[in-house]
């Protein structure tokens, strides 16, 4: 099996005349990046010693620097382990327009556990789950994701050690642990092999590539990457056309039979609310205080009509609080920055660290409310986030984080006679505009679409919780009792 | 000097008739913010049990949570520990248009050192400096800062301490701590004047406000809040008009000089680069891992001409670097979030945890030159940046990152024979473009500005290496004897 070295190498001169038209074609893919509604991820994974760090230097010899970025992966820092695995890599993302390479990429973090025993390769096979879905996420928003895996076999893996510990310029970048890691090359080619499949799907497929000639290597990973983005650039060149939202019709219609069926006539006088609000408190502050010790966050979330008063129910819930410990992220216009990420990365930016609090006074729900109305997504953008929402609360629960979401519920005759009222109110009065009465116009399609959210989204661990909400009293009581139990069952669970 | 509970305190009566005037005023205030052109930082510090985190609700209750966001600064992370101190503030700054309200803010911090000894004195005193320097450059930049210190006796605190205590609701915010906290008041006490006094500024004043009587703390603190809003909205309320940039002057001609007086007919052969060019590679990398190995990180800067060579000088340094331990950082275009922060918050954003590197292409000195020049700021604001980016430095330096700052140096003829070549070639063309044609015809104010800076933010620990760079390759080589030659001195040192 031994070849000569050289053999079947690609000569010098042919890379030397393919390099510049290959640098041409790559700096004006930077220029039309600049322009284009997405983002580009390029990772440069591989087997030991194949040369990844080499590609990287290359490629960024060849692009301009001005629009990519490369990233790597060190030890995860405390800020890092204190949130769900995914969310360094989210807050690594190039918005659009920018392209990053990922040395190693998140799959080498994940290969680099080296699971031996059943329970760590069933770890390693929920963490690939967890990757597959990051970049099945990330390529249905339009992202270009190249994967690259330079394979070199073991025999071209110990020549290239053997060489570059003989040049005293090059001997440092081998370690006892290369040489460990290559006798042990069979088996980590199978947890690779195994790591590749798990995350191959189109859209974000890997790429082999030969990494024992490293010229081959390196126009190979060029030229791939150069023909992916021309052809990501044909289907995605431009934003999609967002056709105007249908009729709205119910997905699954048990939702708004639930919000319908909620009675709201409920009412507490300011005496008995007084008399229970302190009590119920008391509670929450110790129930919070209780999660910080085990190092549980919370994240609320708080949706809701217009006017339904989810701003005086979180005034109170954090009232309760010490004020150190939570942040209150109004959720309104994204800025530049978080428009031109996934719709998800900037709610990922705000979850809390162990034992501190995130209040989201609206939320990522708002993908299948206001922009399922509104045509600020396309159809298959709303449809398919019920799994992505779904799938990020259920990260956020698989890490500890207790999730708590309210739904405030009103009468549309209530919320007409709080519009006016604040339009009464001097200091109430900036609250409401045009749009909210737009909306209200839009009652019976915003009931369908909260049906849809609270029938799709309700999941045994992060639960909706419908609050009557005609009387604010009340609904501040619910929402307190509620945050109670749910606190005391998770951390009891 | 014992005083009845409840003397000069402010009547129920007329507390419940002021506060809706008062919140009528602070959602008005808030209204008005969203469109000021400055960030709002107020600072709830005070006594210990003086109520800041009552303040702080109370704050929040009146205000909409909308545009008003609430921090507190834990123990610090490993991410934050890594930077130079004041960087997790940075970090946490509001955008225009915003507000942030600080519990306890950077003081507390101080302040939690509780220092003794005078060694942790003058270390106490250093924090206070840098903490000064930094709400003179907030303030500066037109944010509003306010800064409370609420005040409370020694005998109202153990009143205060004991009344918490009687109720089974509020017990738990009493620790061992706050009575030894009180035994030690009179220390306390000196410590929070000195800490107070050594910032005390124009425009980041200290306002003291008695907390014996909460009802008048309350109001206290809010009257204050939309008194300064109210008079820094007079003064701030439009972005400053920004005079045409007037004839070039330089500061101090001692730059100019220097600059004209570099040599630029160095020459290099591709054989002699050839040959030096590994030598000098292998020894950077040596160097950067023994940086590495002690923690240390890098910052480069390079500035220079338009064609000088940057990018290709980063490329070579680039390629004796680990891929995954660098980033290279292009200056170009701030986005909406860096523009509507202060100047320097885009930079500090981007530096290293320790031993990992930045390099920036084009950096903060930007400030000094085409933001001088084309008028994109007023002239106290550059003016003023030289002792800024100076402090900036010294920040770094001071927390051992290893600093390194190049110009390259280019001829007006060699300048106009590249931009020509880029013209021709391919996959340079996209390199030049009518603003580098038009900076080129103010070359001799550029030179003035260059020679400002260089003469103004040269610094013993941070000094400029004035690089050739006729001959790209004589510059690509200088910049990386000098990178290893100044690493090598700075781990001495």
Redesign the interface.
Known sequence: MAKSRGERRLPKREYEARV?VL??????M??ALQAAPFSVVLVIAGDEASGK?DV??IL??WL????V????F?EA???ERERPPMWRYWRSLPPHGRMA?Y??GWHSVALAEDPHSPSELAEFDESLRRIAHFERLLSASGALIMKVWLRLSKRAQRERLLELEAS??TA?RVSPADWKCHRNYDRHARLADRMRAATHRTGAPWHVIDAEDPRARNLGVGEYLLARFRAHLRTHGRAAAIAKPRRVVSLRPSGLRRLLALPLTQRLSQDEYEAKR?KW??RL??AV?AAAERGRSIVWVFEGWDAAGK?GA??RL??AI???????I?V?KP???EKSHHYLWRFWRHVP?AGLMTIY?RSWFGRVLVERLEGFCTEPDWQRAYVELNDFEAQLVGHGVIVLKFWLHLSRDEQLRRFRDREQV???R??INAEDWRNRRKWQAYEIAVGDMLALTHRPRAPWHLVPADNKRFARLEVLKISCKQIAAALEG
């Open positions: 510049p640098r041409a074609g790559l700096v004006q930077q220029v760090g990287v230097n960024n010899g301009d620097p001005r629009g970025e490369t990233l790597a060190h820092t405390d800020e390479i040395a190693g005293p310029d440092w302190d408190l008391g502050n110790r205080r701003g979180i005034r954090t009232s010490d004020a150190r410990d939570y942040r209150v109004p309104a800025t530049d920055e660290r006074d001097d200091y109430k900036h609250k």
